[in-house]
């Protein structure tokens, strides 16, 4: 196990962990985060992270978002709810669609992290078929069946691919 898997244990790992997520779609693009989470092993994701107690889903994932990608959002509507459950990581994760009303894209920084083990490593705007080239291990489950972006705005209900889908 690399450092910083480790920290990723101890930081994320061995609770169960309410995230919240938003879903950023511009000019049939989805933006999407690279996390690196250890020697040769990345997870690509839409910007979000874990909500602090007492602050709502909104405000946390305002505050994420800013953090992520130093963008300002507006939630626009909740989509679905999606539970991932990997060890040594269990989240129930929110998501909602977002659109922008400011600030400038960039690559940003977990607060909760040394400058050391920062998992970010880019993003990007990403339509269908680019999507579809990254590797089904190293993306968010809830990406690996769509045929098309318009298929995560009509997401509903509660997602579980690591343990069966139930509908």
């Not at 690279?34 to 994701?45: A, D």
């Not at 679905?80 to 400011?102: D, M, R, W």
Request: aromatic share 12%; glycine share 8%.
């Amino acid at each position: 196990m690399t450092k910083l898997e480790k920290e990723i244990e101890e930081k994320f790992g061995g609770r169960l962990r309410t995230r919240v997520n938003g879903v950023l779609i511009k000019d049939d693009k989805i933006l999407l985060i690279k996390h690196k989470l250890g020697e040769n092993k990345y997870f690509w994701n839409v910007p979000g992270g874990g909500m602090k107690y007492g602050s709502s889903a909104v405000e946390n994932l305002k505050r994420e978002f800013l953090e992520e990608t130093g963008l300002n959002i507006e939630i626009k509507r909740f989509i679905c709810t999606s539970e991932y459950l990997k060890q040594p990581l269990h989240a129930i994760e929110l998501f909602f669609e977002v659109e922008p009303i400011g600030g400038e894209l960039k690559i940003g920084k977990d607060p909760e992290l040394s400058d050391e083990f920062q998992m970010i490593t880019e993003f990007g705007f990403f339509d269908i078929e680019k999507l579809s080239f990254i590797k089904k291990e190293e993306k968010h489950h809830l990406f690996w069946g769509i045929k098309s972006l318009n298929d995560v705005r009509i997401w509903k209900g509660y997602f579980n691919f690591e343990n069966n889908c139930l509908k």
